[in-house]
Protein backbone atom coordinates (compact mmCIF):
# COMPACT_ATOMS: atom_id res chain seq x y z
CA UNK A 1 0.00 0.00 0.00
CA UNK A 2 1.93 3.21 -0.68
CA UNK A 3 2.25 5.88 1.59
CA UNK A 4 4.25 8.56 -0.27
CA UNK A 5 3.33 10.94 -2.85
CA UNK A 6 4.39 9.15 -6.50
CA UNK A 7 3.05 11.31 -9.20
CA UNK A 8 4.11 11.95 -12.64
CA UNK A 9 1.92 14.50 -13.29
CA UNK A 10 3.09 18.09 -14.35
CA UNK A 11 1.73 21.49 -13.57
CA UNK A 12 0.29 21.68 -17.71
CA UNK A 13 -1.09 18.30 -17.57
CA UNK A 14 -3.12 19.15 -13.99
CA UNK A 15 -4.13 22.37 -15.95
CA UNK A 16 -4.94 20.88 -19.04
CA UNK A 17 -7.00 18.07 -17.84
CA UNK A 18 -9.28 21.02 -15.38
CA UNK A 19 -9.76 23.03 -18.50
CA UNK A 20 -10.98 19.63 -20.34
CA UNK A 21 -13.60 19.74 -17.91
CA UNK A 22 -14.69 22.81 -18.06
CA UNK A 23 -14.80 22.63 -21.54
CA UNK A 24 -17.21 19.77 -21.16
CA UNK A 25 -19.35 21.56 -19.13
CA UNK A 26 -19.48 24.90 -20.79
CA UNK A 27 -21.18 22.23 -24.08
CA UNK A 28 -23.28 20.83 -21.76
CA UNK A 29 -24.50 23.95 -20.32
CA UNK A 30 -24.54 26.18 -23.24
CA UNK A 31 -24.39 24.40 -26.44
CA UNK A 32 -25.67 20.67 -25.92
CA UNK A 33 -29.94 21.52 -24.53
CA UNK A 34 -28.41 23.19 -20.89
CA UNK A 35 -29.99 26.25 -21.46
CA UNK A 36 -33.02 25.20 -22.82
CA UNK A 37 -35.51 23.64 -19.87
CA UNK A 38 -36.61 19.82 -20.84
CA UNK A 39 -36.72 16.37 -19.72
CA UNK A 40 -33.82 14.67 -20.56
CA UNK A 41 -35.13 11.16 -22.36
CA UNK A 42 -33.72 7.70 -22.27
CA UNK A 43 -31.61 8.45 -25.88
CA UNK A 44 -29.82 11.52 -24.57
CA UNK A 45 -28.88 10.35 -21.24
CA UNK A 46 -27.56 6.50 -22.71
CA UNK A 47 -25.46 9.05 -25.67
CA UNK A 48 -23.87 11.13 -22.40
CA UNK A 49 -23.25 7.91 -20.57
CA UNK A 50 -21.50 6.31 -23.23
CA UNK A 51 -19.56 9.79 -24.22
CA UNK A 52 -18.29 9.59 -20.47
CA UNK A 53 -17.40 6.20 -20.41
CA UNK A 54 -15.55 6.41 -24.32
CA UNK A 55 -13.97 9.75 -22.90
CA UNK A 56 -12.48 7.85 -19.37
CA UNK A 57 -11.41 4.89 -21.17
CA UNK A 58 -9.21 7.53 -24.28
CA UNK A 59 -8.01 8.87 -20.84
CA UNK A 60 -6.45 5.68 -19.58
CA UNK A 61 -5.51 5.13 -23.43
CA UNK A 62 -3.74 8.54 -23.68
CA UNK A 63 -2.71 7.62 -20.10
CA UNK A 64 -0.56 4.57 -21.33
CA UNK A 65 0.95 5.77 -24.26
CA UNK A 66 2.29 8.66 -22.12
CA UNK A 67 3.92 6.63 -19.59
CA UNK A 68 4.73 3.97 -21.71
CA UNK A 69 7.26 6.54 -23.70
CA UNK A 70 7.97 8.22 -20.75
CA UNK A 71 8.87 5.47 -18.09
CA UNK A 72 8.53 2.50 -19.61
CA UNK A 73 5.71 -0.10 -19.84
CA UNK A 74 5.68 -1.58 -16.34
CA UNK A 75 5.11 2.16 -14.89
CA UNK A 76 2.41 2.63 -18.09
CA UNK A 77 0.56 -0.48 -16.56
CA UNK A 78 1.06 0.08 -13.14
CA UNK A 79 -0.83 3.69 -13.48
CA UNK A 80 -3.24 2.72 -16.02
CA UNK A 81 -4.86 -0.15 -13.83
CA UNK A 82 -4.85 1.99 -10.64
CA UNK A 83 -6.67 4.76 -12.76
CA UNK A 84 -9.09 2.36 -14.43
CA UNK A 85 -9.59 0.48 -11.12
CA UNK A 86 -10.29 4.17 -9.20
CA UNK A 87 -12.39 4.88 -11.62
CA UNK A 88 -14.65 1.72 -11.52
CA UNK A 89 -14.89 2.45 -7.63
CA UNK A 90 -15.34 5.65 -7.93
CA UNK A 91 -18.30 5.16 -10.08
CA UNK A 92 -19.72 1.75 -8.43
CA UNK A 93 -19.40 3.87 -5.19
CA UNK A 94 -21.23 7.13 -6.63
CA UNK A 95 -23.88 5.11 -7.96
CA UNK A 96 -25.70 5.09 -4.68
CA UNK A 97 -25.77 9.14 -4.86
CA UNK A 98 -28.59 8.05 -7.82
CA UNK A 99 -30.66 6.36 -5.05
CA UNK A 100 -30.66 9.91 -2.74
CA UNK A 101 -31.32 11.86 -6.23
CA UNK A 102 -34.27 9.92 -6.51
CA UNK A 103 -35.17 10.47 -2.78
CA UNK A 104 -34.85 14.24 -3.32
CA UNK A 105 -36.48 14.87 -6.15
CA UNK A 106 -39.27 13.02 -5.75
CA UNK A 107 -39.46 14.54 -1.81
CA UNK A 108 -39.91 17.73 -3.52
CA UNK A 109 -41.72 16.56 -6.52
CA UNK A 110 -39.23 18.49 -8.92
CA UNK A 111 -40.56 18.38 -12.21
CA UNK A 112 -38.26 16.09 -14.65
CA UNK A 113 -37.52 18.71 -16.95
CA UNK A 114 -36.22 21.01 -14.19
CA UNK A 115 -33.61 18.22 -12.46
CA UNK A 116 -30.96 18.73 -15.08
CA UNK A 117 -29.42 21.94 -14.27
CA UNK A 118 -29.71 21.74 -10.82
CA UNK A 119 -27.56 18.40 -11.05
CA UNK A 120 -24.92 20.29 -13.31
CA UNK A 121 -24.48 22.51 -10.55
CA UNK A 122 -24.34 19.75 -8.38
CA UNK A 123 -21.58 18.37 -10.05
CA UNK A 124 -19.65 21.95 -10.49
CA UNK A 125 -19.68 21.58 -6.58
CA UNK A 126 -18.80 18.16 -6.23
CA UNK A 127 -15.84 18.96 -8.42
CA UNK A 128 -14.48 22.01 -6.33
CA UNK A 129 -15.66 19.90 -2.69
CA UNK A 130 -13.84 16.79 -4.03
CA UNK A 131 -10.53 18.74 -5.55
CA UNK A 132 -10.24 20.30 -2.02
CA UNK A 133 -10.80 16.82 -0.14
CA UNK A 134 -8.74 14.55 -2.25
CA UNK A 135 -5.27 16.53 -1.85
CA UNK A 136 -6.05 17.27 2.02
CA UNK A 137 -6.40 12.86 1.80
CA UNK A 138 -3.35 12.80 -0.10
CA UNK A 139 -1.38 15.02 2.26
CA UNK A 140 -2.84 13.29 5.82
CA UNK A 141 -1.72 10.03 4.28
CA UNK A 142 1.46 11.01 3.04
CA UNK A 143 2.29 12.33 6.49
CA UNK A 144 0.80 9.61 8.77
CA UNK A 145 0.31 6.18 7.20
CA UNK A 146 -1.26 5.15 9.71
CA UNK A 147 -4.23 7.10 8.80
CA UNK A 148 -4.75 4.41 5.91
CA UNK A 149 -5.71 1.83 8.76
CA UNK A 150 -8.03 4.45 9.97
CA UNK A 151 -9.69 4.98 6.52
CA UNK A 152 -10.38 0.82 6.12
CA UNK A 153 -11.72 0.25 9.68
CA UNK A 154 -14.00 3.20 8.29
CA UNK A 155 -15.23 1.25 5.05
CA UNK A 156 -15.59 -1.98 6.59
CA UNK A 157 -17.81 -0.06 9.69
CA UNK A 158 -19.45 1.66 6.97
CA UNK A 159 -20.27 -1.69 4.86
CA UNK A 160 -21.81 -3.24 7.45
CA UNK A 161 -23.34 -0.45 8.49
CA UNK A 162 -25.19 -0.40 4.92
CA UNK A 163 -25.59 -3.52 4.78
CA UNK A 164 -27.54 -3.88 8.02
CA UNK A 165 -29.46 -0.55 7.16
CA UNK A 166 -29.71 -1.26 3.14
CA UNK A 167 -33.38 -1.49 3.56
CA UNK A 168 -34.03 1.84 5.53
CA UNK A 169 -35.33 5.08 3.85
CA UNK A 170 -34.11 8.15 4.71
CA UNK A 171 -36.70 10.96 6.45
CA UNK A 172 -36.11 14.17 5.14
CA UNK A 173 -39.07 15.73 6.66
CA UNK A 174 -36.32 14.92 10.38
CA UNK A 175 -32.96 16.14 8.32
CA UNK A 176 -31.99 18.86 10.30
CA UNK A 177 -30.62 20.84 7.90
CA UNK A 178 -33.22 21.04 5.94
CA UNK A 179 -35.48 22.27 8.89
CA UNK A 180 -32.61 24.49 9.76
CA UNK A 181 -33.31 26.12 6.60
CA UNK A 182 -36.51 26.02 6.42
CA UNK A 183 -36.65 27.88 10.04
CA UNK A 184 -33.98 30.70 8.31
CA UNK A 185 -35.08 31.31 4.94
CA UNK A 186 -38.00 32.80 3.42
CA UNK A 187 -38.91 29.92 0.83
CA UNK A 188 -41.20 30.13 -1.74
CA UNK A 189 -44.47 27.89 -1.80
CA UNK A 190 -43.95 26.35 -5.52
CA UNK A 191 -41.01 26.45 -8.10
CA UNK A 192 -39.79 29.12 -9.90
CA UNK A 193 -38.75 27.43 -12.85
CA UNK A 194 -34.49 27.01 -12.97
CA UNK A 195 -34.31 30.40 -10.15
CA UNK A 196 -32.81 29.36 -6.79
CA UNK A 197 -33.63 32.58 -5.98
CA UNK A 198 -35.97 35.20 -6.61
CA UNK A 199 -37.19 39.21 -6.03
CA UNK A 200 -40.97 39.26 -4.93
CA UNK A 201 -41.54 42.56 -3.77
CA UNK A 202 -38.37 44.11 -3.40
CA UNK A 203 -37.49 40.74 -0.68
CA UNK A 204 -35.05 38.19 -1.64
CA UNK A 205 -37.30 34.67 -1.33
CA UNK A 206 -35.12 31.30 -1.81
CA UNK A 207 -36.98 28.63 -3.93
CA UNK A 208 -37.60 24.81 -3.50
CA UNK A 209 -35.18 24.21 -6.14
CA UNK A 210 -32.49 26.03 -3.67
CA UNK A 211 -32.62 23.44 -1.05
CA UNK A 212 -33.02 20.53 -3.64
CA UNK A 213 -29.29 22.12 -4.84
CA UNK A 214 -28.10 22.39 -0.98
CA UNK A 215 -29.20 18.89 0.03
CA UNK A 216 -27.64 17.32 -3.31
CA UNK A 217 -24.41 19.30 -2.85
CA UNK A 218 -24.85 17.59 1.46
CA UNK A 219 -24.97 14.05 0.29
CA UNK A 220 -21.95 14.43 -2.33
CA UNK A 221 -19.79 15.48 0.85
CA UNK A 222 -21.38 12.24 2.77
CA UNK A 223 -20.61 10.37 -0.18
CA UNK A 224 -17.53 11.65 -0.61
CA UNK A 225 -16.15 10.70 2.80
CA UNK A 226 -16.45 7.03 1.55
CA UNK A 227 -15.56 7.04 -1.95
CA UNK A 228 -12.55 9.21 -1.26
CA UNK A 229 -10.56 7.09 1.06
CA UNK A 230 -11.97 3.88 -0.76
CA UNK A 231 -9.42 4.68 -3.86
CA UNK A 232 -6.54 4.87 -1.17
CA UNK A 233 -6.29 1.14 -1.13
CA UNK A 234 -5.56 1.76 -4.71
CA UNK A 235 -3.05 4.81 -5.04
CA UNK A 236 -2.66 7.94 -3.15
CA UNK A 237 -0.99 9.66 -6.69
CA UNK A 238 -3.40 12.69 -6.29
CA UNK A 239 -3.67 13.17 -10.09
CA UNK A 240 -4.62 9.11 -10.50
CA UNK A 241 -7.41 10.19 -7.52
CA UNK A 242 -8.73 13.09 -8.79
CA UNK A 243 -8.83 12.34 -13.06
CA UNK A 244 -10.90 8.70 -11.63
CA UNK A 245 -13.47 10.93 -9.40
CA UNK A 246 -14.01 13.68 -11.39
CA UNK A 247 -14.55 10.93 -14.74
CA UNK A 248 -16.98 9.09 -12.34
CA UNK A 249 -18.89 12.57 -10.90
CA UNK A 250 -19.32 13.45 -14.82
CA UNK A 251 -20.75 10.38 -15.41
CA UNK A 252 -23.22 9.60 -12.96
CA UNK A 253 -25.62 12.67 -14.10
CA UNK A 254 -26.46 11.16 -17.03
CA UNK A 255 -26.71 7.69 -15.35
CA UNK A 256 -29.42 9.23 -13.38
CA UNK A 257 -31.61 9.82 -16.06
CA UNK A 258 -30.74 6.54 -17.58
CA UNK A 259 -31.99 4.33 -14.76
CA UNK A 260 -34.29 7.00 -12.96
CA UNK A 261 -37.58 5.46 -14.53
CA UNK A 262 -35.93 1.82 -13.30
CA UNK A 263 -34.04 2.32 -9.54
CA UNK A 264 -36.37 0.40 -8.00
CA UNK A 265 -35.65 -2.42 -10.05
CA UNK A 266 -31.73 -2.38 -8.78
CA UNK A 267 -32.74 -2.69 -5.17
CA UNK A 268 -29.93 -5.70 -4.36
CA UNK A 269 -26.76 -2.91 -5.73
CA UNK A 270 -26.88 -1.24 -2.59
CA UNK A 271 -26.50 -4.66 -0.71
CA UNK A 272 -23.28 -4.72 -3.80
CA UNK A 273 -21.41 -1.51 -2.92
CA UNK A 274 -21.85 -2.21 0.67
CA UNK A 275 -19.73 -5.57 -0.05
CA UNK A 276 -17.55 -3.40 -1.99
CA UNK A 277 -16.85 -1.25 0.85
CA UNK A 278 -15.61 -4.36 2.80
CA UNK A 279 -13.60 -5.96 0.54
CA UNK A 280 -12.01 -2.39 -0.08
CA UNK A 281 -11.58 -1.76 3.70
CA UNK A 282 -10.27 -5.48 4.20
CA UNK A 283 -7.65 -4.72 1.55
CA UNK A 284 -6.40 -1.75 3.23
CA UNK A 285 -6.13 -3.49 6.59
CA UNK A 286 -4.58 -6.60 5.02
CA UNK A 287 -1.90 -4.47 3.20
CA UNK A 288 1.02 -5.17 5.99
CA UNK A 289 0.61 -9.34 5.87
CA UNK A 290 -1.25 -9.46 1.66
CA UNK A 291 -1.10 -7.82 -1.15
CA UNK A 292 -3.39 -8.33 -3.58
CA UNK A 293 -2.76 -7.39 -7.24
CA UNK A 294 -4.53 -3.96 -8.83
CA UNK A 295 -6.14 -6.26 -11.58
CA UNK A 296 -7.36 -8.84 -9.21
CA UNK A 297 -8.49 -6.02 -7.28
CA UNK A 298 -10.43 -4.77 -10.36
CA UNK A 299 -11.74 -8.14 -11.58
CA UNK A 300 -13.49 -8.43 -7.81
CA UNK A 301 -14.79 -5.24 -7.51
CA UNK A 302 -16.69 -5.43 -11.20
CA UNK A 303 -17.69 -8.98 -10.28
CA UNK A 304 -19.58 -7.93 -7.16
CA UNK A 305 -21.07 -5.20 -9.01
CA UNK A 306 -22.41 -7.18 -11.88
CA UNK A 307 -23.68 -10.09 -9.56
CA UNK A 308 -25.67 -7.61 -7.88
CA UNK A 309 -27.01 -5.65 -10.92
CA UNK A 310 -27.88 -9.19 -12.57
CA UNK A 311 -29.34 -10.16 -8.99
CA UNK A 312 -31.92 -6.89 -9.08
CA UNK A 313 -32.73 -7.33 -12.35
CA UNK A 314 -33.67 -10.83 -12.26
CA UNK A 315 -35.47 -10.85 -8.69
CA UNK A 316 -37.43 -7.84 -10.22
CA UNK A 317 -38.50 -9.75 -12.90
CA UNK A 318 -40.41 -12.22 -10.16
CA UNK A 319 -41.67 -9.75 -8.00
CA UNK A 320 -44.43 -8.57 -9.71
CA UNK A 321 -46.46 -12.57 -9.85
CA UNK A 322 -44.91 -12.81 -5.17
CA UNK A 323 -46.50 -9.38 -5.34
CA UNK A 324 -49.41 -9.81 -6.76
CA UNK A 325 -50.67 -13.16 -4.86
CA UNK A 326 -49.72 -11.22 -1.32
CA UNK A 327 -51.93 -7.99 -2.23
Known amino acids: MPTTIDSFATGPMWAGFIVFVLAMLALDLFVFGGKKVHRVGVKEALAWVVAWTC ?43 MFVFVMIFGYFAVPPELQRRVLLYGVLGAIVMRAGMILAGVWLVTQFAWLLYVFGAFLVFTGVKMLVMADEEPDLEQNPLLRWLRGHLRITTSFQGESFFVRQKGVLWATPMFLVLVLIETSDVIFAVDSIPAIFAVTTDPFIVFTSNIFAIMGLRALYFLLVDMADRFHLLKYGLAIVLVFIGGKMLAAPWFHLPIQWSLAIVASIILISVMASLSLSRKKPTLTGEQS
Open 55 to 97: LALAFAGLLWWYLNGAFGPEVAQRKTLEFLAGYLIEQSLSVDN
